[in-house]
């Protein structure tokens, strides 16, 4: 059977869009089997939101413009090279100040450091206190004065540069002047160390010259023999005795060794005047008590003589008290009272035995000696 369509209008068709007929899955109603329920969808997979980003820096501050330049001043220019030509010249000069008092201190191997201190502007001037300062650390400074350390590990003040060397150069003239041999002074540095170690003022050194090496030095062989069995000292040892720095501090300041030349030189008169010869023993106690009691040259020599002259008063007769060498010396000087009343009657009894015509009568009328006693001379 045929359809009729004649009665149908078909003009509106023209403008019909086949495709506005889809669903929303894009299928036609007239598709066999269309079923207009929607298709079922798989749920979107959620996507990671995005890191949260940096914000931009804030854009630098642009630099403030230079300043305009100031015009050149021609009096401030000319000033400012005045003080850098009087810099360079202030340079110049402690150079020249500097390298000569390293000279002095015999300290020429410095000079290259001090000059670069002078160049980088460390040393600006020839400061003596600040030049000092800058170079003490210095091992050719320590080794150059070395007694300053022995000096402050006796709690004594460090001495200055100029002070030493004055000290080094007195030393060095005393020595001199007292005509000593000159490998005493031919190496300052070391032959004085000692001596300034020791606190040893010039005056000092001059008194042990005097009163120790050249009473011995100076005096008649016989001192010179009783120094070497007193104390075991050769005359060629005598200088580095009495003068050698290297001998103790406490010795110096007791004047030991002075009063050691002292009793060689009574040791001497006691030989010579006195015929008196003690053991070694003995006469150091004896002698060195004799020096000890400052008598004079002179005291001494008479004092000698009189023991000397006692003769048969030495001799022990029976009855008397023994008298010992020792005891007629002391006695002599009047240090010992017993030993002076013994003697004084040895006399008296000598003289009475002489009186009668006895064995000790001489053919000239006198008693042999006299006593010396602390307060003169009994005859």
Do not use: W
């Amino acid at each position: 059977m045929s359809m009729d369509f004649s009665g149908v209008d078909f003009t509106g068709l023209a403008n019909l869009n086949l495709g506005d007929l889809r669903d929303s899955q894009g299928r036609y109603p007239m598709d066999p089997g269309y079923d207009p329920a929607p298709v079922p969808t798989k749920p979107p997979v959620p996507t990671k939101p995005p890191a949260p980003t940096k914000p931009p820096a804030p854009p630098e501050p642009p630099e403030p413009p230079a300043p305009p330049a100031s015009p050149i001043d021609p009096y401030t220019e000319f000033q400012k090279q005045q003080a850098e030509l009087n810099k360079a010249r202030a340079k110049d000069d402690a150079r020249v100040l500097l390298a000569k008092t390293l000279s002095d201190y015999k300290l020429d191997s410095l000079t290259p450091f001090v000059y670069e201190l002078i160049a980088s502007d460390k040393l600006v001037n020839a400061n003596q206190d600040m030049f000092v300062a800058m170079i003490k650390d210095r091992p050719e400074y320590q080794k150059r004065f070395s007694a300053n350390a022995i000096l402050l590990k006796n709690n004594l003040a460090e001495l200055s540069p100029g002070t030493y060397i004055g000290l080094e150069n007195s030393f060095k003239a005393t020595l001199r002047a007292n005509g000593l041999p000159e490998n005493f002074y031919d190496n300052p540095e070391e032959d004085f160390a000692k001596f300034i170690e020791g606190d040893v003022a010039p005056s000092e050194l001059q008194e042990r010259i005097e009163k120790g090496y050249n009473a011995v030095a100076n005096a008649d062989p016989e001192v010179k023999r009783q120094m070497q069995a007193l104390y075991n000292v050769t005359e060629s040892e005598l200088a580095a005795y009495f003068i050698d720095p290297t001998r103790a501090k406490p010795i110096i300041e007791n004047k030991q060794i002075i009063r050691q030349a002292q009793a060689a030189n009574i040791a001497a008169r006691a030989v010579e005047q006195g015929g008196v010869n003690l053991a070694s023993d003995e006469a150091r106690t004896l002698y060195e008590d004799l020096a000890n009691r400052g008598f004079s040259e002179g005291q001494i020599m008479s004092a000698f003589q009189d023991v000397g002259k006692l003769g048969e008063l030495k001799t022990t007769l029976s009855g008397e008290t023994a008298l010992s060498q020792q005891d007629i010396v002391t006695g002599a000087f009047g240090i010992d009272t017993g030993s002076t009343l013994e003697l004084e009657k040895r006399r008296r009894r000598r003289v009475g035995e002489f009186a009668g015509g006895g064995s000790f009568a001489r053919t000239q009328g006198e008693t042999s000696g006299a006593v010396t006693t602390s307060v003169g001379k009994a005859q």
